[in-house]
Structure formats: structure tokens, C-alpha cells
């Protein structure tokens, strides 16, 4: 069982930047990729940027590109989501996910373990 623990969440202002963390733990990662999602308050969740264990391979929504990125340190077992120019539009919940497999995905249905969320919250 991949237990997945996000940190960094905050408020910022607009302009401003944050920087979360998703430690991971519970298996080996060579075949894994990982993956931010948000929810924001009376919205569905949805996909902000993955990313393979190897780093090979990043997919972003369009509405983050070129301001947010997303990395990981194997070494540590972590993922990284620098977001920079955050927007009010940014706030909501964050959350960490995991998935089997070599090529990440953008639907949820494809990640089985999740974080427990951490709040951003923008203000203009």
C-alpha cells in the first residue's frame, strides 16, 4: 500500500509562488508515476501536471502551463509542484496521487492512491 503525504499548501498573494511536496512511501517506484490534482470549492477534481518516476516524461493542463512545474527527487521518494503567478483561480485542495504504471495519465480513474490534500489559497 503507497502511502502518499503532501505538504507546503498556504496562502499567497497573486503573483506570488508556492512550492509542494508529496512524500512517498509502501513500494519500489521504478514503474510509477505521480500526479497533482485540485478541487476547488463546488467543482469537480482535475488534473494539474504528472509526471513519470524516471522524470521522462511531465504532461500539464493547459491552464497551468508555464507556470507551474512539477519534479521529483527519487533519492527522497518525493515529488515536487512549483507554482509560480498563482492566480486567484488557483485556490482549491491538492492533491498527491499515485499510479502504476510508465506513461502518466490525466484522469483520475487511473490513480489508486491518493494524499490527503493540502489547501492553496490565492488572494487578489
Known amino acids: 500500500q503507497v502511502q502518499l503525504v503532501e505538504s507546503g499548501g498556504g496562502l499567497v498573494q497573486a503573483g506570488g509562488s508556492l512550492r509542494l511536496s508529496c512524500a512517498a512511501s509502501?513500494?519500489?517506484?521504478?514503474?510509477?508515476?505521480t500526479g497533482w490534482f485540485r478541487q476547488a470549492p463546488g467543482k469537480e477534481r482535475e488534473f494539474v501536471a504528472a509526471?513519470?518516476?524516471?522524470?521522462?516524461?511531465?504532461r500539464y493542463a493547459d491552464s497551468v502551463k508555464g507556470r507551474f512545474t512539477i519534479s521529483r527527487d527519487k533519492d527522497k521518494n518525493t515529488m515536487f509542484l512549483q507554482m509560480n503567478s498563482l492566480k486567484p483561480k488557483d485556490t482549491a485542495v491538492y492533491y498527491c496521487?499515485?499510479?502504476?504504471?510508465?506513461?502518466?495519465?490525466?484522469?483520475?480513474?487511473?490513480?489508486?492512491?491518493w494524499g490527503q490534500g493540502t489547501q492553496v489559497t490565492v488572494s487578489s
Open positions: 509502501g513500494r519500489t517506484f521504478s514503474d510509477y508515476t
Open positions: 496521487a499515485g499510479a502504476n504504471g510508465f506513461t502518466p495519465s490525466t484522469l483520475i480513474r487511473a490513480f489508486n492512491s
Open positions: 509526471i513519470t518516476w524516471s522524470g521522462s516524461i511531465t
